[in-house]
C-alpha cells in the first residue's frame, strides 16, 4: 500500500515550492521550481507527489486574485490575474480529475503565510493580525477575531488609494489604477521611479524615505479599518535596511497621538521565505 501523504503546494508569481509533511506545518521534505502554465507547473508537482505516495490531504496556497468561497459555483478558479495562462484555470476541476482522493483547501498565498505566522511565528496566539507583503506586487492577508477573511473575492489591499507624497508625480505601474499603493511603492514602481532595481539602491537614496511614506500611509489605513494586534511586514522590498523605523516614524506622524504607537504593531516575519510553505501544509489542519 502507498504511504498517505499531508501535502502542501505554494504557488508564486514566478517560483512554485511542492511539499509532503505534517499538518502542523512541519516540512518533511520540499522541492521549488519555477512556475510557467498551470498544467505544467501542476504536471511537475502531481509527479513529484506520486514518487512518494498518495495524496490524502493538499494546502495550496497561492497567488491570485482567485476565488475561494466554497459556495461560490467558480470556486478555486482564478480571476483577473496578469497571469493569463492562469485566468479562467481551475484548481478544483484540476485536482478533482488528477488527485480524486485528496481533501483539497485553498488560500492566497498572502493568507497562508499568516496563518504560518500566527501558529508558529511573529503573530503567535494572536487573533488579529495582517500580514502584508511588499515585492512584486503588494498584497495583504487579513485574519480577524481568528479567521482568514476572504469576503467576497479576498482583500486586495495592493490596490487601495494612498495620498500621495508631495511631489512626486510619478503615474504608477498598476496596469489597472496606475498609482494605486502597488501602483507607488511595489518593487517594479521603484525600479521604474528611480532607475535601479530597490535592492540596488543605497541606504541614504531619496527612494527610502517615499518608500516609508506610502507603506506608513497604507498601513495606517489598514489600521484603522483592521485594528489588527500585529502588522508584518514582508516580501523582498521590506529587508531594505531601517525601512521598519522609517515607516514607524512615518505612522508616529500620521497617527498624530490619536493611536498608541501603532510602530509597536509592526513586525518582520518570522518564518521568512518558508511561511507560505508552511502556511500550506498547515491548511491542511483547519479541516
Ligand atoms: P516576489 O514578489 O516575486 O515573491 P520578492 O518578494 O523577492 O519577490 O520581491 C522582489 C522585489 O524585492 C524586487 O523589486 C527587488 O528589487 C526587491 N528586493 C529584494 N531584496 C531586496 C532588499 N534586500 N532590499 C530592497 N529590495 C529588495
Ligand atoms: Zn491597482
Known sequence: MSRALIAGLELGGTKTVVAIGDRDGTVAEEFRYPTTTPEETLAIAIDWWRER???????????????????????????????????????????AK??????????????????AELKI???????????????????AGVCCEGRLVHGMLHPEM??????????????????????????????????????????????????????AYYLAQGLFSANTIL?????????????????????????RHLSNGYFPDLGVLLS?????????IIGALLLNDTL
Open 121 to 139: 511565528g511573529a503573530a503567535q496566539g494572536l487573533k488579529n493580525a495582517l500580514y502584508l507583503t511588499v515585492g512584486t506586487g503588494i498584497g
Open 227 to 251: 485594528s489588527p494586534e500585529r502588522m508584518i511586514l514582508g516580501g523582498g522590498v521590506s529587508q531594505a535596511p531601517l525601512l521598519h523605523e522609517r515607516i514607524s516614524e512615518h505612522m
Open 158 to 211: 495592493g490596490h487601495l488609494r494612498v495620498p500621495r507624497f508631495v511631489g512626486d508625480d510619478f503615474a504608477g505601474v498598476c496596469p489597472f489604477h496606475g498609482d494605486c499603493w502597488e501602483g507607488v511603492a511595489s518593487g517594479p514602481a521603484i525600479e521604474k521611479r528611480w532607475g535601479l532595481p530597490a535592492h540596488l539602491l543605497p541606504e541614504d537614496h531619496p527612494a527610502w524615505e517615499m518608500e
Open 53 to 95: 505516495g498518495e495524496v490524502v490531504a493538499l494546502g495550496i496556497a497561492s497567488f491570485g486574485p482567485l476565488r475561494l468561497r466554497r459556495d461560490a459555483v467558480d470556486y478555486g478558479v482564478y480571476l483577473t490575474t496578469p497571469k493569463l495562462a492562469w485566468q479562467g484555470f481551475s484548481l478544483v476541476d484540476f485536482f
Open 98 to 115: 488528477y488527485l480524486p482522493s485528496a481533501k483539497l483547501t485553498i488560500e492566497t498565498d498572502v493568507n497562508a503565510a499568516l496563518l
Open 268 to 276: 518582520p516575519p518570522l518564518l521568512g521565505q518558508q511561511a507560505g
